[in-house]
């Protein structure tokens, strides 16, 4: 079946720096990305819509300069914290459909990056 | 949020039954899914209704009442492995064919 694979599944880093994240479907192409973030024993919120070939669209309160993403090609989108702090600490997770795109196609999730800013 | 409750944690004994519900907005409705998450990790595709009845997959079926904005996840003969976060996921379609949204989520845990 589809697989949708995530890198790194965690990472730690300091207050200021930037993470980047990628997201790889590895059986299908994809010209629509999710990427969601989770805090602890909360749901998933969908953070930015990633879109092959165009710009991302961002959901209400996600600001976009901060949490860049990147849909080079069919098969790969990448988000990049810029600048991060503490409280971008969390566990973010990217999904994909397969091309069909049939609306009874689940979403395909990436394992999840574990993302601690100190 | 989009309007999509769940309830937030349900305890259940090895071998028995339990229901989950999920009640959405109904206006614009397109399709839901039911999706388990273990701790630490993504979620997994456990079901997807879009038409009303009953979809049956195993020990895990999933109902779907459009009239109501309502649909259940109902597990049978209940494993410790069954612990886990269920999650009630809508699309509609003023937000998009793509986009699924997420409610909170039901923390299930089955004791011996």
């Known amino acids: 079946g589809a697989v949708v694979s995530q890198h790194p599944s965690w990472v730690i880093c300091k207050s200021g720096t930037s993470v980047k994240i990628e997201c790889r479907s590895l059986?299908?192409?994809?010209?629509?990305m999710f990427w969601y973030r989770q805090f602890p024993k909360q749901s998933l919120m969908l953070m930015a819509t990633?879109?092959?070939?165009?710009?991302?669209?961002?959901e209400q309160g996600v600001e976009k300069d901060k949490f860049l993403i990147n849909h080079a090609s069919l098969t790969l989108s990448t988000l990049t914290v810029t600048s991060a702090h503490p409280e971008d600490s969390s566990f973010y997770i990217c999904?994909?459909?397969?091309?069909?795109?049939?609306?009874?196609?689940?979403?395909?999730f990436g394992n999840g990056t574990r993302l601690t800013v100190t | 949020g989009q309007n999509i409750d769940q309830p937030t944690e349900m305890t259940a004994t090895e071998g028995a039954i339990v229901q989950i519900n999920c009640t959405y907005q109904?206006?614009?409705?397109?399709?839901l899914f039911w999706y388990q998450q273990h701790a630490g990790e993504a979620p997994t595709f456990l079901s997807y209704?879009?038409?009303?009845g009953l979809e049956e997959k195993g020990r895990f079926s999933s109902f779907l009442s459009r009239s109501k904005g309502y649909s259940y996840l109902l597990l049978k003969e209940l494993q410790m492995k069954d612990s886990a976060s269920y999650l009630c996921?809508?699309?509609?379609?003023?937000?998009?064919?793509?986009?699924?949204?997420f409610g909170t989520g039901t923390r299930l845990t089955v004791i011996p």
């Open positions: 990633s879109n092959e070939g165009s710009k991302a669209t961002y």
């Open positions: 999904s994909a459909r397969d091309l069909s795109g049939q609306l009874s196609s689940p979403l395909h």
């Open positions: 209704n879009v038409l009303d």
């Open positions: 109904t206006s614009g409705f397109n399709g």
């Open positions: 059986d299908f192409q994809a010209t629509t």
């Open positions: 996921a809508v699309i509609w379609r003023q937000t998009g064919a793509n986009n699924l949204f």
